[in-house]
């Protein structure tokens, strides 16, 4: 039931939720503020490709530009002043911060009792929104550990020589349509679903309802193998018949499990396939992305790619998982996808 | 790109950013001159409290010393006072000379001392260092430890001149090591001599001193104006400091907080509870300091002085008892501990006792602990007890079940092995050589021995057995009987409108549909027993009746009457709708003894044995606790009903009259719908499956059900449930937001805590299924409405909040080993046959007949005795026969064995062995008497001394027999006190002795005459005329009187009796 709005106003204004409500407004106001620069820088580049002369006078690559000002200004005390009025702000803002907002420490722990809802650190709910959508060992580990690698990649895969300390859409293209899809697109939102949305339980509650420990809702998932439907006869019967007649007679009980095994494979890897495909159209979707294309190596080109297809199967799985209820694609003894 | 104007500047250069940074840099001052506010008041409101008391304090000691000094000034002008301070005037000025000469000589061992310590220190060191360095050389460097030593008898031959202070003037003299080191100890010696001698002749100005200083305490209680001064000074200086009780108790943590003990800080600005700033002598209220009307002025001393006595602040802190965040200071909802996170918050004022139960879950009474004492005895009174398990109460169910298993086990072992015997002896007989074969038969001879100490094991579980099957008592009364008892239509009457008939009843209101109400009452009518049948009663006397049941005690327990004409105690039933519902054969039977069953029930057999059972064994059909074993297995029987009423041991035609009473007692429009369905044998079944669902067999026996356990949870350490362990159901959120069931606000806020939870759900047990769909009435919660009232309330949640798993050290733990463990012990006993009814038993209580009309004024005297002295006055033997037979005789039953001529009756309670022990010590521990008892000597009289004796017996002044009962049915028509020959092995000597001479110090308000004798020369003599074979007597009169009563024989008595005229009089 919606309407409740000191559930909301609890939620919000809870010291721990106090920096994600800050990042609703302040992630929207710096997207908007950069794609200002940039579209601003985009122009004047145009201008200047479309004026050899001008461009030679040369002038910051920044906009606003008077050809009278100076190409360069002294750090100090123009840079250096700025920073300053920012410093003393910021620091105002912690202290205010501190003054009025205690640290959120709670009771001691108890073992035996679980707290409901139990929460990450608000900068870890976007993984512990994962959770629901992967296994813990790829939620927890894999997707983390290739997070980081594929930060770490970026620069050995950046075939991109151009926008380099200033602001620009047209030349970086595909880098800000990746970073807004990775980092706002998935990251800040889980982070948000995660502080907002999720309640007791790890339910779904809709801004405004009441967060109610007692709350039932209908949320069975299942594993695409168990879909009836989706898998039915021929050679991915579920049962495992057909991977029977293949197992010496002692390990025939294991013909089940292996049949899901072998089956979840393939779905797996249509995706892989389809989304390779999808990433590399992309790469090559305009001149300027074909040049870029052109310039990278094989290897600079495939893990750009592998790296493409794994962050897309996020948003695939959360699309399976809230609208077809699907639990899990590949089921393993070890892992599930 | 915008055309901007050509003579615009570049703005990153141009733009002046003064204004922003002026604004900038005001907005930082600002900001640090708000966090040192927040750091010096903000954070640390004690600061302010601390001042504010500091002035108020100030002001009303000023006001108490004004006051004070001219009380003071009345006083010394009193010419006693000054006589004493004469007197203090005369013993100092006499003592005077002799000390000032004590302090010269002091004095100038004091120079002596001072001149002779540097060079002592000196040499000191020299001749240790030297020391030092000769036993570091070894054995075998001879001439090195040679050379060594003449170096350390050097330094000590070095003498050093001193100017040495003499009684007249200096001297001087030559010191060596060793004249320094025997002058300086000679110093000290004579130095300690002369103080203690100083400290003698001070004794008698001493002496007056604390003779004034007594004087003054007496007319002048309370702190003086000096200690008022000193106290005002100490406030006026008073540094505004955080204040903290640290407690480290040895690897213990307190409240589990943080693991290193208690930090409280709570007297940062509960100021007044510092007993440095106001002793405890002193309670100060907001109202002496001026604040009455202020909220926020946490200023008062603790209001219980005494309870800070036991529990020293230092070991205690504050929070362990009180609750609370002891360590937080910011805001008083932290420090209180009222906000989420904090598992402990501070008790709120309707629970204060709830601190008590954590340490003190082991005693049923807890001295200071009103609310906490009456929340146990409403959960054993209201029966929360048979559904809920809780550690300390009656458990004697559990204990018998143990036993009755152990004896089961012993039994199937003692049967194997006497199979083993046979086997062992045959193997023994088959055996190749004597050795293997006396080995077999050894240890066939070792398994029959093995078999005889089992036998005497298993004698004693069944003599346990006995003992706790006696001990069993049910709140409600034996089902099993009512066929016998009840009229058939009240029962379903009765489980629909349990409190709107009997409003004071212990029954709490079932939740019940009327098909259930059916069943229930169809099952318990079919499984009563019915017979062998009562004998039938002829009408009594009920006006006699009447006047039984309101002198012989019945309204220590019971009352009589509805609403405000109601009279008697809330132990046990209303009386006044008996006769609505009761048979009158049965009641009868129910008067005469309670006790009695129509069958004995065999918990081995599991079911009631009839006369036929004994037929067959040829027995008669007796059954009481002398005859207790099954004819059929020689197990313990149950042979009582298991009711703490016990027998009054009335006549048979008594009882008749008080049963034609009772059973008089009814509405004229009293009516109640045939229940035919009763007996049809369907309902049965589902009749005995709510039965059990709903617990009922937790208070009443009911055929078949003997052994059900408590359907409720265990409420042991209830205090301590994780709040998310307790189901607000569809009123979560609302607790949490403060919004009452009924969807009004609370007063105090949100209730999603154990209080509210355990309130809301006493006052309606039903409360957290209100919205619920629950079609199936057997899903919904099934606790009953308790009877219980607002207080009730509070007292059983008080109980619940502080039963709390230890989160305190064990130590901290009240379980004494001394003999306050018996006390401890005695109280649960105690309480549950509520002895308190009739008898006042702790200081200042009152029992229930004290209140009555027909007790007060002159006919106090016709109470039953005040036990407070119980244990100094009577022999502890004596005590043990007197509690299992209160008649002391076995053949003359309808009586009292010690106050023959009250009329309220001290009743048999048929108490197991096990009891009797716990009562005789707890009364023991009580008078704190030594533990085993060894009866004092008394001398026996000789030919004069008896005869002195007699005339002081029967001295005109002090007719004893006038009063005391002698066992003359004339003469004791007019008695009011016990016969004497009970004396000697009732009382104690010691006791008697202080008795006698001082009644009113004991028992204030006895009939027993004071002042019978006068102190003189250090013993007592007679107050009326001393008889003449007295006159040179220089012994002590009391003592005489004493063992003359310790020795007085039968015939004495009645000789004496001949000789005192009996006239009307009453004493105790």
Redesign the interface.
Known sequence: MLGDWHQLWEIVSAPDNVPIVALLFLVPFYVWYAFRQARANDELIEKLEADPAAAKTAHRKTQPYHPKWDREVHTWPYLMRVEFVAAILVTVLLMVWSLTLNAPLEEPSNPNVTMNPAKAPWYFLGLQEMLVYFDPWIAGVVMPTLIIIGLMCIPYIDANPLGNGYYTYKQRRFAIWTFSLGFIGLWVVMISIGTFIRGPGWMWFWPTSTWDAERVEYAVNRNLDTIPGVVTGGLFQINGSWVAHLLPTANRDYAPILARIIFGIFPVAIYFMVASYAVYLVMNSTNFAQRIFRRMTLLQIVTTDLLLVLMLALPVKILLRLIFRIKYIWVTPWFSI | ??D?P?Q?D????SRP?NG??LI??F??LL??A??LY?EFFGLRPWRSYQNRFRSVYATYLQKQIAQRRAAEQTLYATPDYQKLEAAVKTAGNAALPADRQISEQIDLLDRQRAILTPPFQDGRGRVGALTYQLEQIPERDKSAKASKLKQLNDAKAVTYALNWPTANGTKLRQFNYDDLNNTFTAIMTEKAALVSKRGDQDKSAKDAQAALDTFVKERLPGLGSTDLQGLLNSVSGMDIKLKQINVNPPGTLIN??GGVGLVDRCQSCHVATDPLLVPAVMTLTRADLGVAQDNDAPFTSHPDPDLLKFHPQEKFGCSPCHGGNGRALDTVERAHGRY????WPLYYAANYDAGCQQCHAADAITEHAPVLNRGKELFREKGCIGCHKFQGFDNQDDLLTATRQQITLLESDRKSDEDEIPRLNKLGDQASDNTVANNFYQQAQNLTVTIASMDSQEEQLELKSHDLLQEIKKVGPDLKEVRMKIHKEWIPYWLEHTHEWRPTTKMPQFRLQPDEVQAIAAFIWQSALTGPALPKQTPGNAMHGKELLESRGCLGCHSVGEGSNTMGGTFAANLSRVGEKDNYDYLVRWVHNPRERTRPYSPFEKRDLGPEDYAKHGMPFVFDLAHSRSPNDGHELVVQQPTVMPSLRLSIEDSRDIASYLIALKRPDAHFDPADFMDDPKLKDKGKALVQFYGCAGCHEIAGLEDEGRVGTELTNEGSK?I??LDF??F??DAK?GIEPDGKKTTRGPWYDLKGFFEHKLANPAVYDIGKYKPNPLDRLRMPRPNVNGDDIDAITTMLLGSTDASLPPDYMYKPADDRAGIQKGWWIVTKYNCMGCHQIDIGQKSVLMGLPMYQGEDKINLPPVLTSEGARVNPEWLKNFLANPALSTTDLNRDGVRSYLQVRMPTFFFSDDEIRTLVLFFEALSHQAEPFIPQKVEPLSTTEAGMARALFTSTAAPCLKCHATGEPAHDKNATAPNFLLAKDRLRPAWTGRWITNPQLIIPGTAMPSGLFRRENDHWVFSGPIPENMRTYSGDHADLLVRYMFTLTPEEQRLLLGRTTTTTARGN
């Open positions: 790109m915008p901007l050509p615009q570049d703005p990153i250069v950013l922003l940074i900038s840099a907005l930082l900001t640090v708000w966090s927040s589990y907080v989420e996170h904090w598992l994780p998310e362990r159901a569809l979560t959120e937001r």
